[in-house]
């Protein structure tokens, strides 16, 4: 077998650029594309939320399908290069498309485009999204080299999705108005045509700059799991169960969030400045995140065990939660104030994603113990489908929310005004409740059923490592 040399600066550089391409793309779809076709389009709320639901379903479950044909292509530029080059260029295109929807088309016509876009948005962000982590075994050395890279990649995603969040606003509004936008609505829909086609250049660009440095050095045998295996392994294996369910519902608490955030920054807390508070708001929240990740845990961790870090991270944003919603029914515009619960809540969400990932890794040590067989790369292709079920029901609860309590623009009004006094209850009580209930439901289910101590996973470790060192005396 050919030995790996080690990965060079600007290998790294390389594959981390793509992933910051790959999750703007991301974000800039999962926290605007319900508010650019309600909002903006005019199409129904719960149409729209139906239509986040069922594709974010469709695209949950077509993560094995594709796993399973990257699995069996074979080709001169290797296995994963050519999904991931082709996966990128139709997604970019298809970006594009779906925040391109012509201002001629209503009604049905519009919830079909809406509909259509979106689904082969998921599919072709599927196409290249299992490549780009599945092809990490073929060009790095097992062991410290490969959990760096994915660290490093993990941590440029999140740079990407932060980009998006900070400019994402503000471009809009400078884009518009130099496409000639007659009105408020025609420079938000002209503006996000065009930043969508910004950053599906960008995407390919920092694709391109992946593919042509990253070379597969070996073939590797990429085992996927199909959605039977998942649930299998979640039936025998009540431990992963556990973690899926706190997955879910901390992933469920913070996409409700970001949905309508934005609702409220602009038909509520200052509509008139809303755009440089609402960026000022994600500006930091984003920073808070990765430097709770980067800098926070790390430091709990010197003097806590995780659980006891989980527990600390969720009454840290259930405090935030309180503390927005009292700010919020306070009448102030300081938009300061807001960063206080911006910090308890987005560092919180920046730990227990950190968390979670440990303690999905100790239930695959539990796993091998109970069932005799180890279910590694199962248990972590269902994050993914977990993270995209979360991301679906949030944008279906969000848009329940945005219909019963009419939150939209009033169209007669010569300037952006504020929505009525029970609208606005409305959306604050359920963008702060609604997410307290569900990282209850969550802290519930963890504190009841989750029994991997630290003492028990070393108990585990060990009695591991006697039944291998018995095998092989055997």
Same mark, same amino acid.
């Given at each position: 077998m050919e030995t790996k040399k080690k990965l060079s600066v600007g290998e790294k550089f390389a594959y981390g650029i793509g992933a910051v391409g790959k999750d703007m793309v991301y974000m800039l779809s999962a926290t605007y594309i319900l508010y650019y076709y309600q909002d903006i389009m005019g199409v129904s709320a719960v149409a729209m939320g139906i239509i986040l639901f069922i594709a974010r379903i469709f695209d949950a479950f077509n993560d094995p399908i594709m796993g399973v044909l990257v699995a069996k292509t074979k080709t001169r530029w290797g296995k994963f290069r050519p999904w991931l080059f082709v996966g990128t260029l139709l997604n970019a295109v298809v970006l594009f498309l779906m925040f391109s929807a012509p201002p001629t088309l209503n009604g049905s016509g519009l919830v079909a485009y809406a509909a259509t876009t979106y689904i082969l948005w998921g599919v072709t962000y599927t196409m290249m999204d299992i490549p780009y982590w599945s092809m990490i075994p073929a060009f790095t050395e097992s062991g410290?080299?490969?959990?760096?890279?994915?660290?490093? $990649?993990?941590?440029? $995603?999140? /740079?990407?999705?932060? *980009?998006?969040?900070i400019i994402t606003v503000l471009s809009v509004s400078a884009l518009g108005n130099l496409a000639g936008g007659a009105n408020a609505t025609e420079i938000e829909r002209l503006g996000y045509k065009y930043f969508a086609l910004i950053i599906a250049i960008l995407f390919v660009l920092f694709t391109t =700059? !992946?593919? @042509? !440095?990253? %070379?597969? %050095?070996?073939? /590797?045998? @990429?085992k996927q799991a199909t959605v039977g295996e998942m649930f299998k392994s979640l039936v025998q294996n009540d431990q992963a169960m556990t973690m899926v369910i706190a997955i879910v519902m901390i992933n469920t608490a913070l996409y409700i969030t970001s949905n309508l955030v934005i609702y409220f920054f602009k038909y509520d807390f200052s509509p008139a400045s809303w755009e440089a508070n609402y960026t000022s708001f994600n500006t930091f929240g984003g920073a808070f995140q990765i430097l709770a990740m980067m800098v926070l845990f790390p430091l709990f961790r010197r003097f806590m065990n995780t659980i006891k870090i989980f527990y600390v991270s969720f009454t840290m944003? @259930? $405090?935030?939660?309180? &503390?927005?919603? *009292? *700010? $919020?029914f306070s009448g102030t515009a300081n938009i300061y104030l807001l960063l206080i619960p911006a910090f308890l809540i987005m560092s919180a969400i920046g730990m227990l994603n950190v968390i979670v990932t440990v303690? &999905?890794?100790n239930t695959v040590d539990y796993g091998e113990l109970k069932n005799n067989r180890r279910d590694e790369s199962v248990i972590f292709s269902m994050q993914t489908f977990v993270v995209k079920l979360a991301s679906g029901i949030a944008a279906l609860v969000a848009s329940v929310v945005i219909s019963v309590f009419h939150i939209q623009k009033d169209e007669t009004a010569a300037v952006l005004t504020a929505i009525d006094e029970s609208s606005r209850m409305g959306l604050r009580l359920c963008m702060t409740i609604i997410p307290i209930v569900v990282l209850l439901i969550g802290l519930f289910v963890f504190k009841k059923n989750? =029994? &991997? !101590?630290?003492? %028990?996973i070393e108990e585990i470790t060990k009695s591991l490592k006697e039944t291998s060192i018995s095998e092989k005396c055997s």
């Open positions: 410290k080299e490969r959990e760096g890279l994915s660290a490093l $990649a993990r941590s440029c $995603a999140g /740079v990407g999705s932060a *980009i998006i969040s =700059i !992946t593919c @042509m !440095t990253i %070379k597969e %050095k070996s073939s /590797v045998e @990429m944003a @259930m $405090a935030g939660y309180v &503390l927005l919603l *009292i *700010i $919020a303690f &999905l890794a989750y =029994i &991997l !101590t630290d003492e %028990k």
